[in-house]
């Protein structure tokens, strides 16, 4: 998830992004197009801003069938451990500028054999959009008048959740920043 061509500060970290925890099922034609859109976008980020954090990951979304009101879950699986093929990709960027509020964007992506070629504008979707489909809890709020505060958390109070986890209906810290606790400059945590 996070792209070798974002981590090219020493041959460690490029290495790094070669690791299975680093590496999801992806068609060709979504990581050449859309998500390649995504990237190059992240990456164009970082020339006009003081830091930007990039967060991705796999999503199953459901899917209407037929003419039910049911939804369902969906997807591909591949290889003889039978690895899940995730049916999109979400991508949040948190950018930060001098003087400004943190900004929060939020990316979707559809991970399909021939994927429509879309711009920055049709992938958007809000917030709550990729919390609602990934158990994701992000927070961005404001700490002092000059200072971001930018958390992103697994929501644990849910069942899914409730069966991995010791303590259910809380939450786990993945990332989180202040502007006196910066994460390197255009730092990308993979799911």
């Given at each position: ?121 049709d992938m ?9 489909w ?34 259910p ?21 993979g799911?």
């Open positions: 998830m996070a792209a070798a061509a974002n981590h090219t500060s020493c041959v460690d970290a490029t290495l790094e992004t070669f690791t299975l925890s680093n590496a999801v099922p992806q068609f060709p034609a979504c990581n050449r197009g859309n998500w390649k859109i995504l990237e190059n976008y992240a990456r164009s980020l970082v020339k006009t801003s003081v830091g930007v954090y990039v967060y991705s990951g796999p999503l199953f979304i459901p899917q209407q069938a037929g003419q039910s009101r049911d939804q369902y879950v969906v997807y591909q699986v591949i290889g003889e451990h039978t690895v899940a093929v995730p049916t999109h990709f979400f991508k949040i960027i948190v950018v930060e500028r001098v003087k400004e509020k943190a900004r929060v964007e939020c990316f979707l992506v559809e991970n399909a054999p021939a994927a429509k070629s879309l711009t920055l504008q958007y979707v809000g917030l709550g959009d990729v919390e609602k990934s158990g994701l809890l992000t927070t961005v709020h404001s700490v002092q008048e000059s200072t971001e505060h930018v958390s992103i958390k697994i929501r644990t109070d849910n069942p899914i959740c409730d069966k991995f986890m010791a303590t209906s809380s939450t786990l810290l993945l990332f989180s920043f202040t502007d006196n606790d910066k994460l390197p400059r255009g730092h990308h945590t799911m």
